[in-house]
């Protein structure tokens, strides 16, 4: 049975506002848009740069060109604070969701300045060079470790075995988790499913928050520890979290739900983007052998290599602003608190910007993809997401240079139109040639 959509008000189209579903003559969001999004941002993009949709929260513009969207990361016009129509929509949800909109809003993704200038300028003294420098060893060591626990086996799920884990690893080192709570990948599920969908449910919702409050009350325990700790005179930590807990002394961080809100969302937010990445790069690798061979004889390429998979198929397909002040775009009235989805997976593939832009081509030198956000919100782990990627990519190139997909013609996506995420990849260590016909034993480390 289907879930009850939550009775949020539907927004009328503005008058004279182009219609996705009209031209494109169905909706955006069908079984082929999750399959293959793209041919549906070509017919967006040729059509108009702003197009109205009630597939997206109740009634949203899709803007899916890359000189719009690359302005509208920049522009003090477009707010980044939507928590509050995104989690309070109704008056249900502001009885029974407030714990969810307490932390959600304070994130800094939704944050705007001043607020979000002051937390990022916290927040960014974990990812400096000089921290992640530090911090490449140990990833190259917990990277070999995973695939070391899957060499046995010559078929095996890279999702199940490092893409969903690695990542949740990895910020655990930056932020200084020791143990990573055991609940945190159905945790980071919960939230998935309610921050991926375009018009999520009551029951979505409740889940999701049933989830981040989990998530605070392990963050709030590690917190009181590493509170008595400096308390105590230990040796300081070289982490984040100690200097999260430095800045809420210091009055930086503005008290306990302002500090909770950073750990929960970072944690999410480090995982999630950075697994479907991990997977889906690999795979369109794999399914592009000429830009296999090319990594495999000169590894200088490794870092644009990864720029091209972001830009060709990005783990975030979208983003949204709220309208600060009514303006005109491009003929179009934009009133004073509408929702404006950016499509990132357009604006990526937008020919204006890039030449051949449904070709991987892992030597091309187009500049940063949109897939990291531009402007005051760049993705502030964006570094680190790099580095692990082609850490990742380097040691599976090393370690199984004729590693093939075990199901070329299978892809296993998510389902969700924001991540663009695959449950599960199939991988033959032995290559193509030596595939077995049981494709199904394969091991899930």
Request: aromatic residues 6%; glycine residues 8%.
């Amino acid at each position: 049975m289907p879930e009850t959509r939550r009775a949020s008000a539907i927004h009328a189209p503005p008058p004279g506002a182009p219609l996705a579903r009209a031209l494109l003559g169905h909706p955006v969001l069908d079984a082929e848009f999750l399959r293959d999004p793209y041919p549906t941002y070509r017919v967006l993009r040729e059509g108009a740069p702003l197009v109205w949709s009630d597939e997206f929260f109740g009634g949203a513009w899709l803007m899916s060109r890359h000189s719009d969207v690359e302005m509208l990361f920049r522009d003090a016009r477009f707010s980044a604070q939507r928590a509050g129509g995104w989690v309070m929509r109704t008056e249900e949800s502001r009885t029974e969701l407030r714990g969810f909109q307490r932390l959600f809003a304070r994130a800094l993704v939704f944050l705007d300045a001043p607020d979000h200038t002051r937390v990022r300028q916290v927040l960014a003294t974990g990812f400096r060079p000089s921290d992640l420098q530090r911090l490449a060893p140990r990833i190259e060591q917990a990277v070999a470790e995973r695939l070391d626990a899957v060499t046995p086996a010559r078929l095996f799920d890279f999702v199940a075995s490092v893409a969903r884990p690695l990542p949740a690893q990895v910020i655990g080192m930056l932020m200084g988790i020791d143990d990573e709570p055991s609940g945190f990948v159905a945790w980071s599920d919960a939230l998935a499913d309610f921050v991926g969908a375009p018009d999520p449910s009551q029951a979505q919702a409740l889940t999701a928050q049933a989830a981040l409050l989990e998530m605070a009350r392990y963050f709030e325990s590690l917190l009181t520890r590493r509170r008595a700790a400096l308390d105590g005179g230990d040796e300081p930590r070289d982490d984040l979290i100690e200097r999260l807990l430095q800045a809420e002394r210091s009055g930086q961080i503005h008290g306990s739900a302002e500090l909770m809100a950073q750990c929960v969302m970072l944690l999410f937010a480090g995982h999630e983007t950075t697994r479907h990445l991990l997977a889906n790069g690999l795979r369109m690798l794999l399914a592009h052998p000429d830009a296999w061979h090319h990594l495999r004889r000169d590894r200088a390429l490794m870092p644009g290599a990864v720029r091209e998979l972001l830009r060709f198929d990005s783990p975030v397909q979208y983003t949204g602003r709220r309208v600060v002040t009514d303006l005109v775009l491009h003929g179009q009235t934009l009133r004073r608190g509408d929702l404006v989805v950016a499509l990132i997976g357009a604006a990526n593939r937008d020919p204006a910007r890039h030449e051949r832009p449904d070709e991987l081509d892992i030597s091309r030198s187009a500049g940063a993809p949109l897939a990291f956000g531009q402007g005051p919100h760049a993705c502030i782990g964006a570094a680190l997401t790099l580095l692990e990627a082609q850490t990742v990519f380097s040691q599976v190139i090393d370690r199984w240079p004729d590693l093939a997909l075990a199901e070329p013609n299978a892809a296993a996506w998510t389902g969700k139109p924001l991540y663009r995420g695959l449950t599960e990849l199939r991988l033959n260590s032995a290559g193509p040639s030596s595939r077995s016909a049981d494709v199904g034993a394969y091991t899930a480390a």
